[in-house]
């Protein structure tokens, strides 16, 4: 078989099975069988595969159309300007998320050092792309999984930043007392009875301690809050990924615990997804 009829196969199965992104996925995911990128692919359409290629193809495209994540399936997951190792056990990095780190690097432009904390340090993708942009900024990242620890130490040797990062297990609110100049964090916001609605790709592959916020959705959001405002400095920042209908409440919860609102930021679909406060 050559590769155009693999992929031809690859995207009907998809298709059959609900994947929209049945042609990208089949090119990827054949990419990372035979070791080459998609250009490659497209330029070479009348080659043949060998047997090996085709049953590892199969495989693939096999737990593909049960909606297992490309990330997952290839271990890997770009964002930002980076590329970052993923697996089932930590949240796979999404573009809105990037806000985080444009916001950041717009505050700080004009500073050389300051010290951050990342609540829910998952892959490392929001700590370690800011850490690549500023080469004197220190960060510390706290995770309740070990698996998300070992993960982001991976990935912060990769990308040549591990000494710069100190990774704690721990939960926010065993934290040593010190002050940060910011605080970053991307919580589990997802209501409790709503991760059950959420597409099979969330709810059967993605962790659910980096899913589930509680009831309200805002449980982890309130104790993330809560804690920063003892560990950040005067006049220093807390910038928080919310859920696209939880503005009015985070911002209640920030007055409450003497933060300032600064601006919030809509994402690509114009739906709220971060908040920027400044402690009093």
């Not at 503005?247 to 709220?272: C, H, P």
Request: with cysteine; charged share 30%.
């Amino acid at each position: 078989m050559n590769i155009e009829s693999a992929i031809k196969n690859a995207c009907r199965v998809l298709k059959e099975n609900k994947i929209s992104s049945a042609l990208l996925d089949s090119e990827l995911l054949l990419s990372e069988v035979i070791k080459k990128d998609r250009k490659f692919i497209l330029l070479n359409l009348d080659r043949k595969l060998n047997k090996s290629d085709q049953d590892s193809f199969n495989d693939l495209i096999l737990e593909r159309s049960k909606g297992k994540p490309i990330a997952h399936l290839i271990g890997l997951k770009s964002f930002w300007n980076y590329t970052f190792k993923v697996n089932e056990k930590v949240l796979i990095p999404r573009p809105e998320t990037e806000i985080i780190v444009e916001q950041v690097l717009k505050i700080y432009k004009n500073k050389d050092n300051i010290n951050f904390l990342e609540v829910g340090i998952g892959s490392g993708c929001i700590s370690l792309s800011i850490l690549k942009e500023k080469k004197f900024f220190l960060a510390t990242g706290v995770d309740l999984s070990q698996d998300c620890i070992k993960i982001c130490r991976y990935n912060a040797s990769k990308l040549g930043v591990n000494n710069r990062i100190k990774l704690i297990k721990t939960d926010v609110d065993n934290l040593i007392f010190r002050k940060y100049d910011l605080i970053i964090s991307n919580p589990p916001y997802i209501k409790k009875l709503d991760l059950s609605k959420l597409d099979r790709e969330i709810k059967n592959y993605e962790p659910k301690l980096a899913l589930d916020g509680g009831l309200k959705g805002l449980s982890v959001i309130r104790k993330v809050i809560k804690r920063s405002s003892g560990l950040i400095k005067k006049r220093g920042k807390l910038i928080l990924e919310i859920g696209y209908d939880q503005r009015e409440q985070v911002k209640k919860m920030l007055n409450e615990y003497n933060f300032f609102i600064n601006e919030i930021l809509k994402d690509l679909s114009n739906k709220d997804r971060c908040i920027i406060s400044t402690k009093k």
